[in-house]
């Protein structure tokens, strides 16, 4: 059996206290999580923006959001983006004049957070507002389609299946029909499948029921099914 690289113990009391996914999993899952976590945070270079240092929870808890997502995928670590540029708070882009909370930049290669608002996304688990999980969907969008070690990595069936459903279910989003996501889903289908990882792993038993052929096609491309986890929670 292969003999995963462990965390340091700081960094895994750290998913212990604050990572209510990395809790439920079993043992063996746990070390194979912390392995992943543990690749992630060293291939990354983590930046602050507006503030002197970054922590080790912040290195640890968006390393985790980031394997979250791709822990049912063959060893993804987002490699074109290998640098995680964190603001204290809200920040204001220059490129589009306007206060983000989190972006994706495939020219530069970042994952740009805001640190407040990730804590927030992670402080309600089932309000499926989480921008942790929305930003680095768009990420993992991104990184499917770039030609490197990690290009084509999600399933081309579920990922056909995945438009064919965005393209009927946004029309409803913009007309303002009663919808299980938010409007804000209905922007466009890159928004649409962020929004729907964070419904995903929020509230996935409600997701299962309210729209089920989308929920089985993200259980299909991601290889994982939180509804699954959370009925043994």
């Not at 750290?14 to 079993?26: D, F, G, R």
């Given at each position: 059996m292969k003999k995963h690289q462990k965390l340091?113990?700081?960094?895994?009391?750290?998913?212990?206290?604050?990572?209510s996914y990395y809790n439920l999993l079993s043992q063996e899952d746990k070390d194979k999580f912390q392995a992943r976590v543990h690749h992630f945070i060293y291939s990354k270079r983590f930046i602050p923006r507006g503030f002197?240092?970054?922590?080790?929870?912040?290195?640890?808890?968006?390393?985790?959001?980031?394997?979250?997502?791709?822990?049912?995928?063959?060893?993804?670590y987002l490699a074109h983006f290998d640098k995680i540029l964190i603001y204290p708070d809200t920040y204001y882009s220059t490129i589009n004049k306007t206060y983000h909370v989190g972006e994706v930049n495939p020219r530069m290669g970042a994952i740009i957070l805001s640190w407040k608002s990730f804590v927030d996304g992670y402080a309600d688990p089932t309000d499926s507002y989480n921008v942790g999980i929305h930003e680095l969907a768009h990420a993992i969008h991104f990184e499917n389609r770039i030609r490197n070690s990690e290009f084509?990595?999600?399933?081309?069936?579920?990922?056909?299946?995945?438009g064919k459903i965005?393209?009927?279910?946004?029309p409803k989003l913009q007309k303002g029909e009663p919808h299980f996501f938010r409007s804000y889903a209905g922007t466009n289908e890159h928004e649409f499948f962020a929004v729907a990882l964070e419904y995903f792993f929020e509230r996935p038993v409600e997701f299962r029921e309210a729209l089920p052929l989308l929920y089985k096609t993200l259980t299909r491309l991601l290889n994982q099914d939180p509804a699954k986890r959370h009925k043994l929670s």
């Amino acid at each position: 059996m292969k003999k995963h690289q462990k965390l340091p113990g700081k960094y895994q009391r750290i998913l212990q206290n604050y990572s209510s996914y990395y809790n439920l999993l079993s043992q063996e899952d746990k070390d194979k999580f912390q392995a992943r976590v543990h690749h992630f945070i060293y291939s990354k270079r983590f930046i602050p923006r507006g503030f002197s240092k970054v922590t080790d929870e912040m290195k640890v808890l968006i390393s985790a959001a980031a394997i979250q997502l791709t822990f049912g995928l063959p060893q993804v670590y987002l490699a074109h983006f290998d640098k995680i540029l964190i603001y204290p708070d809200t920040y204001y882009s220059t490129i589009n004049k306007t206060y983000h909370v989190g972006e994706v930049n495939p020219r530069m290669g970042a994952i740009i957070l805001s640190w407040k608002s990730f804590v927030d996304g992670y402080a309600d688990p089932t309000d499926s507002y989480n921008v942790g999980i929305h930003e680095l969907a768009h990420a993992i969008h991104f990184e499917n389609r770039i030609r490197n070690s990690e290009f084509d990595f999600l399933d081309a069936e579920s990922l056909y299946i995945l438009g064919k459903i965005a393209a009927a279910e946004i029309p409803k989003l913009q007309k303002g029909e009663p919808h299980f996501f938010r409007s804000y889903a209905g922007t466009n289908e890159h928004e649409f499948f962020a929004v729907a990882l964070e419904y995903f792993f929020e509230r996935p038993v409600e997701f299962r029921e309210a729209l089920p052929l989308l929920y089985k096609t993200l259980t299909r491309l991601l290889n994982q099914d939180p509804a699954k986890r959370h009925k043994l929670s």
